[in-house]
């Protein structure tokens, strides 16, 4: 299983991002991905999960509204859609997936992260 | 909002152990199985230590046990190690289609 997260940089305060999750490695269309970040110095704070095939996505309130989630079968890739970003949203962003094939199982697979830097 | 209350430091001298505490509520810990536990080194992304509460995942020696009575969650560490040393976070359903954190634990050996 290998999970390659893309797209973090720097942006301004009010600015948009999208993050990409290349999978591969693992039938990708049987399992719920996730987004979790850690902002530098702190904990782990979940943001995201998408179902199988996308039909499902929930949010943490600290996103709702603000970030979107995706997935495309034929690429093995997740997105995030991040917009009306603020300085509290910077964070290492991890791609993640599920332990087994419904929601909420735990988290076996990890990605290195991709960092977003929000500040003017 | 939910929230996981862990120990901020533990720590055990080699061959001893030690368990890691997660308290939760009705509603998340103690409703249900989807806890999970999480080891990371630090400037390295999170390992899956315990999945639905007891599971270990392939690779992860049996020194790891998960267990949960009432709303608390406990990851226990026999025969500590020098290379357990590590922060250790918990993880949980909420119950309302979200999971959250734990603060995190350091381990010290």
């Known amino acids: 299983v290998q999970l390659v997260e893309s797209g973090g940089v720097v942006v301004q305060p009010g600015g948009s991002l999208r993050l990409s999750c290349a999978a591969s490695g693992f039938s990708f269309e049987e399992y719920s991905m996730h987004w979790v970040r850690q902002a530098p110095g702190k904990g782990l704070e979940w943001v995201s999960v998408i179902s199988w095939f996308g039909e499902n996505t929930y949010y943490a309130d600290s996103v709702k509204g603000r970030f979107v989630v995706s997935r495309d079968r034929y690429r093995s890739s997740m997105y995030l859609q991040m917009n009306s970003l603020r300085s509290d949203d910077t964070a290492m962003y991890y791609c993640?997936?599920?332990?087994?094939?419904?929601?909420?199982?735990?988290?076996?697979?990890w990605g290195q992260g991709t960092l977003v830097t929000v500040s003017s | 909002q939910s929230t996981l209350t862990q120990p901020r430091s533990v720590s055990g001298s080699p061959g001893q152990s030690v368990t890691i505490s997660c308290t939760g509520t009705?509603?998340?810990?103690?409703?249900?199985?989807?806890v999970s536990w999480y080891q990371q080194e630090p400037g390295k992304a999170p390992k899956l230590m315990i999945f639905?509460?007891?599971k270990r995942p392939s690779g992860v020696p049996d020194r790891f046990s998960g267990s949960k009575s009432g709303n608390t969650a406990s990851l226990t560490i026999s025969g500590l190690q020098a290379e357990d040393e590590a922060d250790y976070y918990c993880c949980t359903y909420t119950g309302t289609n979200s999971v959250i954190f734990g603060a995190g634990t350091t381990l010290t050996v």
């Open positions: 639905d509460l007891i």
């Open positions: 009705s509603n998340d810990v103690g409703g249900h199985n989807y």
């Open positions: 993640t997936k599920e332990a087994r094939g419904t929601f909420w199982t735990g988290f076996d697979s």
